[in-house]
């Protein structure tokens, strides 16, 4: 049965949560447009994104969230890993991140207070990866309870 704690003591959830780090207000502008205002937190003030050309797929961001938790179900650490794929252009949207790098050779994203820029060069997945205040709420809760012969035991 120690074997069996000692493997789940480093237990960490794989989620896709495109809403956490605010993906819902992200951005794809046309640069030869006017700056779009993104200080606002509703999406309805930011650029809609924009398709390559006719018939492409518009623009889009996958997002993964890694949530290391301790034994207790306590989150210790978030991880976000972003891909931005069918587009050519801007890509900005808030930046909630403590740490954020490109996992993408040659891009860097642009930080400014509560945003972040990222151009993207057309065919190119650009993939980013951020870590997240361990605070940050997310949308479910986890409760762990460890049992020994049935019965429950702390962590």
Known sequence: MKSTIRRLALFTLVLSLPLLSGAAM???ADPAAPAADTTSPRAADV??????????PTPEKDETVYVSLALSG???RIEVVNRLYGMAGTWIEPDPYLTLESLTDGIQPVREPGKMRV????????YLQGTLDPATPLPFGVEITW??????VPA
Do not use: H
Not at 119 to 126: I, L, N, S, Y
Not at 147 to 152: I, V
């Open 119 to 126: 151009e993207c060069p057309e065919g190119v997945d650009v």
């Open 147 to 152: 049992l020994l012969d049935g019965e429950p």
């Open 26 to 28: 992200l951005s794809c």
């Open 74 to 76: 306590e989150v210790e």
């Open 47 to 56: 650029t809609p994104a924009i398709p390559l050309a006719a018939g492409d």
